[in-house]
Antibody
């Protein structure tokens, strides 16, 4: 069964770039869509965007100007870059497999935006 | 964006109770509706997809129904492990995919 693991800094300064990587194990990243979802502390889920293994992407319009999602099939991983972060970007960030429904999730990683 | 509204926002129930959570979409989404269960500190778990299809490994006490704009998640007989927060999510129109605000199910 495929497993996903998020990695990256847990603390990012305001105005800087949040960078996370999701490593996929137990299966190939090819032939699937891969998604980022976030959850501010104590709040609900927000869809960030997804990437197909070929590189095509769809982003949440509310974040589109600040997001880049990329994939590295040779490393079986995909990544999220979110620029110009503010405290409102503090959240648990999850990676998941799929484009419309999500059976496989990473455990999530808390990213705090603070100086 | 398609807005997803769940009711109630919170619910108190007892073991053995039958519980129903509703989800309403701001426009028709056919049956492109999924339900997730989330426990504290854990990632969401897919329970129901396509409005009524039970994900493999999910107990049969969970069921989903609905189409168009109105959907329900029913737990036929609550078990202690079912106390969690439940989210609906539409996959009819993206971007963006949208989630309901969640329903917290407490003892």
């Amino acid at each position: 069964q495929v497993q996903l693991q998020e990695s990256g800094p847990g603390l990012v300064k305001p105005s800087e770039t949040l960078s996370l990587t999701c490593t996929v194990s137990g299966g190939s990243i090819s032939s699937y869509y891969w998604t980022w979802i976030r959850q501010p502390p104590g709040k609900g889920l927000e869809w960030i965007g997804y990437i197909y293994y070929s590189g095509s992407t769809k982003y949440n319009p509310s974040l589109k100007s600040r997001i880049t999602i990329s994939v590295d099939t040779s490393k079986n991983e995909f990544s999220l870059n979110l620029t110009s972060v503010t405290a409102a970007d503090t959240a648990v960030y999850y990676c998941a497999r799929g484009s419309g429904n999500y059976f496989s999730w990473g455990q999530g990683t808390l990213v705090t935006v603070s100086s | 964006d398609i807005q997803m509204t769940q009711s109630p926002s919170s619910l108190s129930a007892s073991v053995g109770d039958r519980v129903t959570i509703t989800c309403r979409a701001s426009q028709s989404i056919s049956t492109y509706l999924n339900w997730y269960q989330q426990k504290p500190g854990k990632a969401p778990k897919l329970l129901i997809y396509g409005a009524s299809s039970l994900q493999s490994g999910v107990p049969s006490r969970f069921s989903g129904s609905g189409s168009g704009t109105d959907f329900t998640l029913t737990i036929s007989s609550l078990q202690p492990e079912d106390f969690a927060t439940y989210y609906c999510q539409q996959s009819y129109s993206s971007p963006p995919i949208t989630f309901g605000q969640g329903t917290r199910l407490d003892i």
